[in-house]
């Protein structure tokens, strides 16, 4: 029997994370941010990273990919301008 799990969504711009590698990022925008501190409440810290369609600040469903990547926050380091974190696929 399978269990369903919900995993917060990292949107990410002109990158692509793949299984198995370490990926830096920067995040700053809100939601970006949500589904940050949503992860990292959890036991796991994982998250559901995607590449975005197209680089753009809207991030509905509509323009992302379906295929993404689960990771792992590695490490991560607030700042003024938002957090920089390492993602592990």
Known sequence: MS???NLPVVPMRNSVLFPGVGLPINA??????R???AAMKATDKRVFAVAQRQ???DVAPE???TIGTIATIGSLQRG???I???LEG
């Open 35 to 37: 589904a940050i501190e």
């Open 3 to 5: 269990e369903s799990h």
């Open 80 to 82: 003024l301008g938002g």
């Open 28 to 33: 700053g925008r809100p939601g970006t941010l």
């Open 84 to 86: 920089r974190l390492l």
């Open 63 to 65: 323009n992302l990919y």
């Open 55 to 57: 680089e753009s600040d």
